[in-house]
């Protein structure tokens, strides 16, 4: 999802300030539980949480605002010396490894790298091959994104969990699939997958779909990875698609990737990613707009009956299987 509050309202009021300069923290935690910033900025000020003299989100907040939604939050211990090798940092870590989710607050300690006084960032993935931790930043595109352990060394002031995105087990609704990364060379359905979604944006030829990572699959994610970079995002553009470049193309955050049921009436991100795999095999021609109008409903049945699975025009975990590819 990744909330920016600098995309809401400048002029709503928080914490005795524009909701602008002090919402960090209702984002965070909008970040961990999928809805509008603003929303938990109403619940924080309604129930006592939001400072009113400009210094920002009570402490207490995060965890309060995590357990009124459903979230099972837990505060695991704060630190203001700048040490980040003790037990305390060791468990977070642990936690983020896990599967779980958590709100950090951030301290300028060692460096400003983050702030120059207090912070609020979401934590909401950790990938084992590169030993990074996805980060979305509400004040910062650019620092959104995947992260070692050491940009929050030294910074890090307290430290909150929620309950766990992808340790737990998954709703009858969803299709859970791995992806690793793949590079020149590479044959098989990820590669497929990759060049497809390529396709759909334009980047690559629908007829050089065939499951092989050669030259020209190499210029296409170079050509993407540099899109990105062009416009803020921080990708490296390798012509590789490592774990940063996947979870970008995908739109989804998390390893294992949990898509979601969708159907007509919704708009959201696995509506696109369903939408430019429809497109990129030919069922769908419309625009890809997150948006499951008729013409997706018609695609996706289409799309079943070919496979010769339930038609019912409803893109569940098994019609995102064939999908998907795997």
């Not at 002090?22 to 929303?39: H, K, N, R, Y």
């Not at 010769?308 to 064939?322: E, H, Q, R, S, Y």
């Amino acid at each position: 999802m990744s909330c920016d509050y600098k995309q809401y309202n400048y002029n709503a009021t928080y914490c005795g300030g524009s909701f602008a300069s002090q919402g960090c923290g209702p984002t965070s935690v909008a970040d961990l539980l999928e809805i509008s910033p603003l929303t938990v900025a109403d619940w924080m000020t309604a129930n006592g949480y939001a400072t009113t003299d400009g210094h920002g989100t009570y402490w207490g907040g995060i965890n309060a605002a995590l357990a009124a939604y459903g979230k099972d939050g837990k505060m695991l211990g704060s630190s203001m010396d700048g040490t980040y090798d003790c037990s305390i940092f060791e468990q977070w870590k642990n936690v983020i490894k896990s599967g779980c989710e958590g709100v950090l607050l951030m301290h300028n300690v060692v460096s400003p790298m983050w702030t120059t006084s207090g912070h609020y960032i979401a934590v909401v993935g950790y990938d084992a091959n590169t030993d990074q931790y996805l980060v979305y930043d509400p004040a910062s595109t650019v620092r959104t994104g995947w992260h070692p352990f050491s940009d929050f060394a030294g910074n890090i002031c307290c430290l909150y969990t929620s309950s766990c995105r992808w340790g737990e087990p998954e709703p009858d609704d969803t299709h859970s699939f791995k992806v690793s990364k793949i590079k020149g060379g590479s044959q098989g359905k990820k590669v497929k997958l990759l060049q497809r979604l390529l396709c759909s944006r334009g980047m690559y030829p629908q007829k050089k779909i065939d499951g092989s990572y050669g030259d020209l699959t190499i210029k296409a994610v170079i050509k993407y990875q540099q899109y990105i970079k062009d416009h803020g995002g921080k990708l490296k553009v390798t012509g590789e698609c490592d774990s940063a470049t996947w979870t970008n193309i995908l739109g989804i955050a998390g390893n294992p990737k949990v898509v979601h049921q969708v159907q007509a009436g919704d708009k959201n991100i696995y509506v696109y990613l369903a939408q430019e795999l429809l497109s990129a095999d030919g069922y769908y021609q419309g625009v890809c707009d997150q948006s499951y109008g008729r013409a997706t409903e018609a695609s996706v049945r289409a799309f079943q009956k070919k496979k010769k699975i339930a038609v019912d025009g409803v893109c569940g975990p098994t019609t995102f299987k064939k999908l998907i590819g795997f």
